[in-house]
């Protein structure tokens, strides 16, 4: 499975992506990972899914469907992945949307930015 991961203590992403092992530990850092502190990082898996513009789409990004400007923070929930509203108005108690098929993401959908970094360029 492919994950991004995010360092709370540089506040940026670590590289493109990476691939972790069965028992939880990236393949290919460039640094000795004996000497981290998992605490320190945010792993954050691919969906499996792409937005309209073909980018992959990690937990932790934030979708908008650009015909309405609304938006959702992705988020992993009940054993599989789905979005929960960010737009104002929204309410709390609408609870989780669940992606069903990659159709429903290609159209009109954009990765326009992440929890961590707010918006892409």
Do not use: A
Request: glycine letters at 10%; hydrophobic letters at 35%; proline letters at 5%.
């Amino acid at each position: 499975m492919n994950y991004r991961v995010f360092s709370k203590t540089h506040n940026c992403y670590l590289g493109e992506e990476f691939v972790l092992t069965q028992d939880g530990k990236p393949l290919h850092l460039e640094f000795p990972t004996d000497k981290l502190d998992p605490r320190d990082f945010i792993v954050e898996p691919f969906t499996g899914f792409y937005d309209s513009g073909g980018r992959k789409i990690f937990v932790g990004d934030i979708l908008t469907l650009k015909c309405f400007e609304l938006s959702y923070k992705v988020v992993w929930n009940q054993d599989r992945f789905g979005m929960v509203p960010l737009y104002e108005g929204s309410h709390p108690l609408l609870g989780v949307y669940h992606f069903s098929t990659q159709k429903d993401l290609s159209v009109g959908w954009s990765v326009t930015g992440n929890i961590h970094e707010k918006s892409i360029s």
